[in-house]
């Protein structure tokens, strides 16, 4: 038998939390997300980006789709060789998800081109039992150029 290669293997991790589905939820997510993700060797700005994304994918399930038996949101990532998936599952809604035009003075519906901006590919995918993900996928090393953070 031969040993396989190790160049044809490829470097997985990823983790699964459920939070209350909940506005409050959204920032301890985003934090605990990003401490775990910092374990791995991945850039700043990706982090940022992160966070970004996974707030707007979380806002929206809390504000738009009922929640997962037990008032929870699953809240998911994924990280294989150069490419980081991001994914929110609730338990759906009658709407689409789509980015829409939102005018100058609105305070709301600019996220999902934000995310538009960040990541390679977004999408949502049904499940049975009206469970809905929502997931993103960024790119690990050839970041784009897009919006930043500033902290201040």
Known sequence: MNAPDAAARTYVSSNVLRVRHEAAAVSAARRRVRRELADEPLPEPLLDDVEVVLSELMGNAVRHARPIAGGVLLVGWRMADDELTIRVTDGGSGQRIEP?????????????????RLVTAWGVTDHAGSLRTVWAVLPVHDRPVALRLVRG
Do not use: K, N, Q, Y
């Open 100 to 116: 829409r035009e939102a005018s100058p003075l609105s305070d709301s519906g600019r996220g999902l081109h934000i995310v538009e």
